[in-house]
């Protein structure tokens, strides 16, 4: 695999280049070269610590990378969607803007459905502990703050431990 990374450079003939895939246990530096080919990568490639990490949960990265590439297809489609008169570069500027608008405006719509039903779900909520409230002060099951609630709660439990002593 190592000799696969050189490149014989006599004139202009050249071997295709193969690299190791991205899980692969062996480094970036490739092995000692034989004579007439040069060496391509011949130091190790620095990266940024983010980069690395990234790379390390292979999730995230290849969702990045595959969102990455989608974007970049779909803005040169919809940039050979734009007529020929129009200059390439301002023809993928108006795609991009175009898709960042509407992308915003989806996301927008997911917050706003999403809040809706929170508020919803909160009015209903409040409703409920609100109307039924009332039905737990009744039963004793209710929060008070008079003496005698606690007297008569006291009472009943000297009551229950007398009766099993």
């Not at 071997?15 to 007439?36: M, N, Y």
């Not at 080919?37 to 940024?48: A, E, I, M, T």
């Not at 990234?54 to 803005?75: C, E, G, N």
């Not at 992308?103 to 706003?112: A, D, H, I």
């Amino acid at each position: 695999m190592a000799a696969s990374m050189c490149a014989s450079l006599p004139g202009n003939l050249r071997l295709p280049v193969i690299r190791p895939p991205l899980s692969s246990p062996l480094p970036l530096r490739s092995a000692v070269c034989r004579a007439g080919q040069y060496n391509l990568y011949s130091h190790r490639l620095s990266h940024s610590p983010l980069v690395i990490i990234a790379q390390k949960s292979p999730d995230f990265y290849k969702a990045f990378s595959v969102t990455v590439k989608t974007a970049r297809d779909v803005l040169e489609a919809g940039t050979k969607l734009v007529p020929e008169s129009v200059p390439r570069p301002l023809a993928q500027a108006g795609v991009a803007l175009v898709g960042i608008v509407g992308t915003l405006y989806l996301l927008q719509s997911l917050f706003s459905i999403a809040l809706f039903i929170l508020f919803i779900g909160g009015v209903g909520y409040y409703l409920f502990y609100s109307f039924n409230k009332d039905d737990d002060d009744q039963r004793g099951g209710g929060r008070s703050s008079s003496s005698s609630d606690t007297d008569l709660t006291l009472e009943e439990a000297r009551r229950i431990m007398e009766k099993y002593k």
